[in-house]
Each structure stands twice: as structure tokens, then as C-alpha cells.
């Protein structure tokens, strides 16, 4: 059973920063490819990042040079290290992948508000 769970999500000032995970079961990790989606209030979940499973990464042009996706093979985990927070970012964040199907995780809420 594939699974993935997101956290580090919480409530930041504009300017700041966050670190969202996710750690994911029942995938082959290694071969996999993963992504984040951001769902703001009354939006549609929009495609944020993407990484393959050697690394190549590929970004949103709305938050190029803001966010970086990386992961951790060893320990079956995807991160979205988000710098320079504004109020746009707020949402949810999910994390994706795709094995036959697709799996999105429970989400992660965010919120950037003074």
C-alpha cells in the first residue's frame, strides 16, 4: 500500500522560510519520481516541483529560484525547501507520485501572514 505523508508545514511570516517532507511506503523510492503541489483556498492544486529519480529536477516558473526540491533516497524522503515566503504561497502542499497510478499524500497546510 503506497503511502505518503507530508509534514513541516505550519504558519510563517512573509520573508521566511519552511521545510516540507515527505516520507513515502510501498513505493520502489529509488526509481521513483516525486513532486509537490500547492492547493490554495479555492484553486486548483497547481504543479510546484518535480524531482526524477536520479535528481533532475524541474520547477514551477512561479516559484523558480524560491523553492528547491531534493531527496533522500536512504530514508524513502522528499523535501521542498521554500525561501522568501509571500502570502501567495499559502495552502495546502501534497506530495505526488505515480506508480501505475497516482498517489497524493494528506497534505500539509501553510499559511504566510504577517
Known amino acids: 500500500q503506497v503511502q505518503l505523508v507530508e509534514s513541516g508545514g505550519g504558519l510563517v511570516q512573509p520573508g521566511g522560510s519552511l521545510r516540507l517532507s515527505c516520507v513515502a511506503s510501498g513505493i520502489d523510492f529509488s526509481t521513483a519520481e516525486l513532486g509537490w503541489y500547492r492547493q490554495a483556498p479555492g484553486n486548483q492544486r497547481k504543479f510546484l516541483a518535480r524531482i526524477a529519480p536520479h535528481g533532475t529536477t524541474i520547477y514551477a516558473e512561479s516559484v523558480k529560484g524560491r523553492v528547491t526540491i531534493s531527496r533522500n533516497n536512504a530514508e524513502n524522503t522528499v523535501y521542498l525547501q521554500m525561501n522568501s515566503l509571500v502570502p501567495e504561497d499559502t495552502g495546502v502542499y501534497y506530495c505526488?507520485?505515480?506508480?501505475?497510478?497516482?498517489?497524493w499524500g494528506q497534505g500539509t497546510q501553510v499559511t504566510v501572514s504577517s
Open positions: 505526488y507520485t505515480n506508480e501505475l497510478r497516482d498517489y
